[in-house]
């Protein structure tokens, strides 16, 4: 079973137009972390957002925010008010277990989003 | 504070040849990891080192394959008798260790891409 699953290869939004990028995780493991990471072109990957499976709270880094439902085992990138230079690969990533001996990231396969003027 | 570099930024060579790249990380990172990510697919985990010592590899790093850390600063990751099959980019990240929550999240540098003719 795949343990990362982004659905939605490529999407298109209007600019300024809030965005929901979709992932579901697969673990059994109590203690693990999300992560959002954003792939321009250039290839580099920027981390955007994180969250830990204890967090009570959703989190979010100015412009994002993470849609938390751990009963669904889903970890939506939401963006608001979308901006051209969104236009990238946006990778979600989990690392399984505490994060003392289990440093690994696996990666979705990633949504391309394009922000249409 | 410069983030994780990587050279060469590109990479060609002939099918055979060796190459080897190099990644320098975060100055106060301890922990550095490579990746490999190919055409429409997400980073996978290579192996990952804490300091100089090289604590997991991922059956993906074949034993043409070899990755070393000698000072506990910049890393090289050297393929020996390249194949076709190699030309992907080459992800290097770090993260510092002890902390929780984004203290451990792991910061990439922008990549070396690999071509093998």
């Known amino acids: 079973a795949q343990k990362i699953t982004q659905t939605q290869p490529g999407m298109f939004v209007q600019e300024k137009e809030a965005v929901t990028l979709d992932c579901t995780y697969d673990t059994s493991d109590p203690s693990y972390g999300l992560f959002w990471y954003k792939q321009p072109s250039s290839g580099e990957m920027i981390f955007l957002i994180y969250?830990?499976?204890?967090?009570?709270q959703n989190a979010t880094e100015g412009r994002y925010s993470l849609n938390f439902q751990k009963a669904r085992k889903s970890a939506n990138l939401v963006i608001s008010a979308s901006q051209l230079g969104d236009s990238a690969m946006y990778f979600c990533?989990?690392?399984?277990?505490?994060?003392?001996?289990?440093?690994?990231?696996?990666f979705g396969t990633g949504t391309r989003l394009t922000i249409i003027p | 504070d410069t983030g994780v570099s990587q050279d060469p930024r590109h990479k060609i060579t002939k099918r055979g040849q060796n190459v080897t790249f190099r990644c320098d990380p975060i100055?106060?990172?301890?922990?550095l990891y490579w990746y490999r990510q190919t055409l429409g697919q997400g980073p996978e985990f290579l192996t990952y080192?804490?300091?100089?010592?090289?604590?997991?590899k991922s059956r993906l790093l074949s034993d043409r394959f070899s990755a070393e850390r000698p000072k506990g600063s910049f890393s090289t990751l050297e393929i020996q008798r390249t194949e076709q099959g190699d030309s992907a980019m080459y992800l290097c990240?770090?993260?510092?260790?002890?902390?929780?929550?984004?203290?451990?999240?792991?910061?990439f540098g922008p990549g070396t891409r690999l071509l093998v003719l």
């Open positions: 990240a770090s993260s510092s260790s002890g902390g929780t929550g984004t203290e451990e999240t792991q910061y």
């Open positions: 990533a989990m690392r399984e277990g505490p994060y003392w001996g289990n440093e690994k990231l696996t």
């Open positions: 100055s106060e990172h301890n922990r």
């Open positions: 969250q830990g499976s204890y967090d009570q």
């Open positions: 080192f804490q300091n100089e010592a090289q604590l997991e």
